[in-house]
């Protein structure tokens, strides 16, 4: 048999291998109890807290004299889960480093490259959903168009959370206390809440803007264009520097 | 299949180089064992022919195509088993190479025809974490040969594998050879090497000094002699007899005639003598057909 490596193409990414991968990812993940507490925490506010706002609110209006604390409270309730779907694709990239899977992947003719696009592609398809469904939940006054957009930026966000730990951490070890500080960017669109403009030092922090854009206008600060441009341009820019220093460390 | 000429490779910032000049080449159909100690740079040939180093120098070729200009599909017709498990520890056997076997565009085996080759059907619903090392590196195997490869790369392929496992691991190569495939196998075990290569080289000093059919590296690095053990009344004593002119040596005839000879066996090398000659300087550069 004659057959030169030109004659056959490797065609990547198809929707049959994205749904065995994924399939695959799933199992992989649910049969690991610290990943399967992360899905379940990444999608409990979601279901925990619309049938106990009133009540919520009402706590803390009479305890603390704030007047919608879910409101409030909403920047991290729609960043907290993709700061745990980011981890868990995160630890998935971490064990396939560690387990030499990705070696593996990458002497098949769909390679590393591909494998890491799939990742992307799968982090921001899930981080959408559940931030869409969180925009309808949690920030209803937004309107249909900017949830849209903000679950656009959540889900850029969790892919940056994803390749962080693939990215700075060489082994799970170094990713669980990469964690605590991952953690951190949680608190950064609770700035965006801040009346004044001094707010804006925290502007290069992606998760920032999506703060930014929940918060009713009604203090000094950019206009919508500019809040939407800048988030998406921050987003952007923090997931393709991740994942060009994932795909260096990958090799 | 694969052409190397002149082959050179330096990691960065390392001092010394790890390939220099390196050359062999291996027809279709071939077993190739690629022996040499730690560090000899047995992996890293591998990981250059299998384009996964660049910034080498000299000539690699496979299928005749240099490798550098490879692109991905030529991973169609490579198999590799590595000298580690790379395999998704919560996943079973069967799930693991679903979906391996989703990656490639040829067709591929069926999971269960595989893993039957290797003797894995049983386990084929386990997860992998549950494997010894030797499932495991069984179960690597059988990801190499899910796709029907023409070419296969195996690291240590009996690693942690009980001798009657190891033995059917060595079957399963020369079985492949018999169906045409060709194999480039890097392995420290001698016996195994002896066993099912065609052709082994001795890396060492970033080159192959030493090549040639284990048959004739034993003869080559052994010495012409034949050993008789003797019967001497209730003892036993050792005798060596040149093997030039051995039918007309006065003494052995006389054992022979005396019906004293208890055992005789020919003084030739075993790999393990051609492996620490070859490398460890004592070699004659040169190949023994």
């Not at chain 2, 390392?14 to 390196?22: F, G, K």
């Not at chain 2, 065609?198 to 890396?203: A, K, P």
């Not at chain 2, 034993?218 to 051995?246: N, P, T, W």
């Amino acid at each position: 048999m004659s057959m030169t490596p030109s004659t056959t193409r490797a065609t990547g990414l198809t929707p049959k291998r994205f749904t065995t991968l994924l399939a695959a990812d799933t199992r992989n993940a649910g049969r690991d109890p610290t990943l399967i507490f992360g899905i379940v925490m990444s999608i409990l506010p979601t279901i925990l807290i619309p049938p106990f706002r009133d009540a919520i609110n009402g706590w803390a209006r009479g305890l603390f004299a704030i007047p919608d604390l879910v409101l409030w409270a909403s920047p991290m309730l729609m960043t907290l889960p993709a700061i745990l779907i980011g981890w868990i694709t995160g630890f998935l990239f971490l064990e396939d480093r560690d387990e030499a899977t990705l070696l593996a992947i990458d002497i098949t003719p769909f390679g590393k490259g591909a494998y890491l696009q799939y990742r992307t592609v799968a982090t921001i398809l899930v981080a959408f959903v559940i931030s869409v469904v969180n925009g309808f939940v949690f920030t209803p006054h937004l309107g249909p168009a900017l949830i849209l957009f903000m679950a656009l930026l959540v889900a850029l966000f969790a892919v940056s959370m994803a390749f962080v730990f693939p990215a700075l951490a060489r082994n799970k070890v170094e990713g669980l206390a990469l964690t605590k500080v991952v953690n951190l960017f949680s608190i950064a669109p609770l700035l965006a809440l801040v009346p004044s403009l001094w707010r804006y030092l925290a502007a290069p922090v992606p998760s920032f803007w999506i703060g930014e854009l929940i918060n009713p206008a009604s203090r000094p600060g950019l206009p919508l264009w500019a809040i939407l441009v800048l988030g998406l341009l921050t987003h952007m820019a923090l997931v393709v520097w991740l994942y060009r220093f994932t795909l260096r460390r990958a090799g | 299949m694969i052409s190397v000429q002149n082959l050179g490779f330096t990691y960065p910032g390392a001092t010394a180089p790890t390939l220099t000049n390196l050359g062999f080449e291996i027809g279709k159909g071939e077993v190739y064992g690629l022996l040499g100690p730690s560090g000899a740079g047995k992996s890293t040939t591998q990981k250059i022919l299998m384009g996964l180093l660049a910034g080498f120098s000299g000539t690699a070729r496979l299928f005749g195509e240099d490798v550098a200009s490879l692109g991905r599909a030529i991973y169609e017709r490579i198999g590799v088993s590595f000298e580690l498990p790379t395999l998704y520890l919560r996943l079973t056997a069967r799930e693991n190479l679903a979906l391996f076997a989703a990656l490639y565009d040829r067709p591929t085996k069926k999971p269960e025809e595989v893993l039957a080759v290797v003797d894995l059907q049983d386990a084929a619903d386990q997860r992998v974490e549950t494997f010894s090392k030797g499932m495991k590196m069984r179960l690597n195997l059988c990801r190499a040969l899910l796709h029907d490869p023409e070419l296969l790369f195996l690291d240590e392929p009996t690693t942690g594998q009980d001798p009657a496992r190891a033995r059917v691991t060595r079957e399963l190569i020369l079985r492949l050879k018999g169906e045409g495939k060709t194999i480039f196998l890097t392995t420290h075990n001698m016996a195994e090497a002896d066993e099912v290569c065609d052709r082994v080289g001795f890396l060492s000093g970033g080159h192959i000094p030493v090549t040639g059919t284990p048959a004739n590296l034993k003869r080559q690095f052994g010495r012409r002699y034949l050993a008789v053990d003797a019967r001497d009344g209730d003892a036993i004593s050792r005798h060596e007899f040149s093997m030039e002119g051995l039918g007309a040596n006065a003494e052995f005839r006389t054992l022979l005639e005396a019906d004293r000879i208890a055992s005789m066996h020919t003084l030739e090398a075993s790999l393990d003598d051609v492996f620490i000659k070859a490398t460890g300087g004592g070699a004659t550069v040169g190949e023994a057909q």
